[in-house]
């Protein structure tokens, strides 16, 4: 209703100064009409570029542009040819019209070849977009926790995602295996979720290293070409990009260093699950999937106990935690031991 009131505004006010300046000598009335005429001209020009996609208006303004810029040039040659003033000024006014009109059309039918993500990189600063680019492998997105972190807002810039990284897990998501075509098809449902949240960006790149066979050698040298960073949680992948100089961020690294910080003389109460490696040893896990490895617990497997950490392991592969059994520590016990002195092992 709104846009209506503003169109009419729009024909009353042009059909007013119309009918007041009478351009061209006309009566008052007939340029009234005249003016009435083009604001509804200008209305049905306003109503099919509405309707146009955002490619297509793209092309035609620029085609429009680029026509009147080569019809200003055309008329430069105009000018100092030996025709007749009024005669130059008509074939002026027609080379304008015709550049324009070709132009426009041409661009707008042209319009859908052009990729408005590449139209932003190159208005916008490329380099400094490509360098907080990250590169996601197969395995990170087949993981999924990228999503949760992208999501979050803890990990910024352009995602990007070859091509040859969607040909291999369309090859996962395709598989005969069961297990391994669930684990294609999550790591496609993983794209599809980032790329429907408005704040995460992602691109597919169809850049391609045809000379290399490896994937992971073909994410290292994109990654070298856009001065990025890869997103990874596969630990050779990690390896081979540090001997190459590629920077990397492994997710599994960030849940470690977010896992809860445990001091030796600290208690905690563990299930314990299985035996140890070492004799008598008790085997337990946190919530969070941290081992606990517990003296003299063997014969508790199945129990809760009540342990002292003794001592805290930080391998490449995650955190263990050590840890000795208090004396009737049993879960279900109503008393708590009195303190005893911790002694650090290993």
Known sequence: MDLILIRLLFVAVLSGACYFLRPFGMP???????????????????????????????????????????AALFCLVLRSAPISGSTSAVLQIFVLLLMTYVGLLVGANKGDLLNPAALSMIFSSERPTRRTAKVLDTSVIIDGRIADIAEAGFIDGMMVVPEFVLRELQIVADSTDASKRQRGRRGLDMLQRMQSNANIQVQIVPDDFPSIREVDLKLLELAKKWEAKVVTNDFNLNKVAHLHHV????????????????????????????????????????????????????????????ISVTSVLQTASGKMIFGKMDENGKSGDPQRPAPVEITSQG
Do not use: C
């Open 247 to 306: 920077q990397v961020l492994n997710i599994n690294d960030l849940a470690n260093a977010l896992k809860p910080v445990v001091l030796p003389g600290e208690r905690m109460h563990v299930l314990i699950l299985k035996e140890g490696k070492e004799f008598n040893q008790g085997v337990g896990y946190l919530d969070d999937g941290t081992m606990v490895v517990v003296d003299h617990a063997r014969k508790m497997i199945g129990k809760s106990v009540d």
């Open 28 to 70: 008052a009335w007939a340029a009234a009409a005249a003016g009435a005429a083009a604001a509804g001209a200008v209305i049905i020009f306003e109503q099919r570029v509405r309707a146009l996609s955002l490619r297509r208006l793209i092309g035609a303004v620029a085609g429009s542009v680029l026509g009147i810029f080569g």
